[in-house]
């Protein structure tokens, strides 16, 4: 609990520099000044792998420790993605220059791998995993020069590609043999601040970069002069690593500074733009006129419809009263009639409504450049808070719906409320934590931070739900329209097309078309370690999300209306929610498309992460559906002329 209130503070600290600055990225803290041959600290954050999906510490590999290892206070958001902020011995200092240096060597001697470490090693190096380093609160990065053909055709021209990858890779194999990046070349660029002639230049970091490679440790020679002295050119063999024997070698690395004319308000653009995520501008925007277009037409087919179903409803009532009922009048006696369930249905709707405050402030704020990249871990601590404190909205709605519905039992309905949704998504984080722990991974989280999780769901979420279900169970039910029949009538045989799982095939469509570009981004960067930072297209297609939810489950309900079906509750919480099994579809595609997971337990968090997606997903969007199908519902009850 003491780590995620570290987020508070920076948060008013935000909103202070939000006052007086005019760029969008900003960052959590202030920026930082350097005078000449200050000291840089350089920290690790953490080890990952697209292909493990699991973190683990900087030193759970036998790199070089600083005399006292000294970790960082680290907020919710920063626990949960299995960052462990800590020192290194790296001595860095603002603009001097460094040409090699040896890390952990006592009298020049060479560091020693035992055979575990060294099985250790080759096998994170065979995972591909990557290393990740932080200066200023930049992430280091490593430059990838890409060469492709000339416009023109002309072969023998290539055009360079400057892009970049979050980290740098522990090692390479190569022909069956292992090798370790033990030297890092350390590039950092500074940006000039204009000062007045009597006073000492200031600088700020504005890009951090790196160099592996590989060395053999016969190829660093060292003297009484200098530390290490770096081969030249390709006269240097890369240092291997055997698994079945111990190895010995030189942790080195050098440093160079650079001006740049990068300010500080914009040095996170470079890493936005980084390796595999390419922005698809045009896609965007093509999706979202194409969901405008079909929305546009729908919504016009759908009033001229019901404007004519209205309209004769009303002139068969003045002309003859003896006219036979049909369509979607014939069921005004039970349209309204309450539903199996009433107590989960509303609890479901309750915890949609709470999903739907917290993703709609969360996407708003993130908008505004407040829940940058920058801002380590800001995003998920903030999105946790919230969803707590969201709790009564949730708790109201669903108390005001179950009272509609006839139930009396509200505090059970409050209670079930309050941990139907969350006790799900806790039971299935406990079990993939306990894989986790399993692997000593650092993505496992923490009992203490398990416990205040637990604090926060039973001493700030359950009360406020228990609070909004109280007021919105004392609060007048939703006045409908028409009355509802004792004898419920009997409902005709349904067409085919009518099934409730080729409905949801069917609403599911449209919402995921909105989406299914963003969804791309947002799963590279769960997966694939990427920075996602689209927020204003985010906001966007969420709006479009709402839309095509509410005229899709408008037009399901119409049509099962019209078939003389009234059983249309359950029915449309689930079909509206049908976008959700199109996302599941597509989680399976990137899994065997994108990702290279072969092992258990990499699977295992895949597939357990992606269902609490999923069920969330299809929360959002049935609640979304359902409150809109039901407005509509009473909507055209009431513009009919019923005895």
Partial sequence: MAAAMVWWPRFLMLLCLTCKTSTFYVPGVAPINFHQNDPVEIKAVKLTSSRTQLPYEYYSLPFCQPSKITYKAENLGEVLRGDRIVNTPFQVLMNSEKKCEVLCSQSSKPVTLTVEQSRLVAERITEDYYVHLIADNLPVATRLELYSNNRDGDDKKKEKDVQFEHGYRLGFTDVNK????????????????????????????????????????????????????????????????????????????????????????????????????????????????????????????????????????????????????????????????????????????????????????????????????????????????????????????????????????????????????????????????????????????????????????????????YLGYYFGFRKQPYDNPVRTNQIPRQIPEQRWYMNRFVGILMAGILPFGAMFIELFFIFSAIWENQFYYLFGFLFLVFIILVVSCSQISIVMVYFQLCAEDYRWWWRNFLVSGGSAFYVLVYAIFYFVNKLDIVEFIPSLLYFGYTALMVLSFWLLTGTIGFYAAYMFVRKIYAAVKID
Wanted: net charge negative.
């Fill in 178 to 465: 292992i090798y370790l990046h033990n030297h890092l070349s350390f590039i950092l660029y500074y940006h000039r601040e204009d000062m007045e002639e009597d006073q000492e230049h200031t600088y700020r970091v504005v890009r951090f970069e790196v160099i592996p490679q590989s060395i053999r440790l016969e190829d660093l020679k060292t003297d009484e002069k200098s530390p290490c002295i770096l081969p030249e050119g390709t006269n240097s063999s890369p240092q291997e690593i055997d698994p079945t024997k111990e190895n010995q070698l030189y942790f080195t690395y050098s440093v160079h500074w650079e001006e740049s004319d990068i300010k500080w308000a914009s040095r996170w653009d470079t890493y936005l733009t980084m390796s595999d995520v390419q922005i698809h501008w045009f896609s965007i925007i093509n999706s979202v006129v194409v969901v405008f277009f079909l929305s546009g037409i729908l919504s016009m087919i759908i009033i001229r419809t019901l404007r004519k179903d209205i309209a004769n409803y009303n002139k068969e009532d003045d002309i003859e009263d003896t006219m036979e009922e049909s369509g979607w009048k014939l069921v005004h006696g039970d349209v309204f009639r309450p539903p199996q369930y009433p107590m989960i249905l509303s609890s479901l709707l309750g915890s949609g409504i709470q999903l739907f405050c917290m993703i709609l402030i969360v996407i708003f704020v993130a908008m505004l450049g407040m829940l940058s990249p920058s801002s380590r871990g800001a995003l998920m601590t903030t999105a946790c808070f919230l969803f707590m404190f969201m709790g009564v909205f949730g708790g109201f709605s669903a108390g005001r719906l179950y009272r509609t519905l006839k139930g009396h039992r509200w505090k059970k309905g409050a209670f079930c409320t309050a941990t139907l949704y969350p006790g799900v998504v806790f039971g299935i984080c406990f079990v993939l934590n306990c894989f986790i722990w399993g692997k000593h991974s650092s993505g496992a989280v923490p009992f203490p931070t398990m416990v205040a999780l637990l604090c926060m769901w039973f001493g700030i979420s359950l009360p406020l739900v």
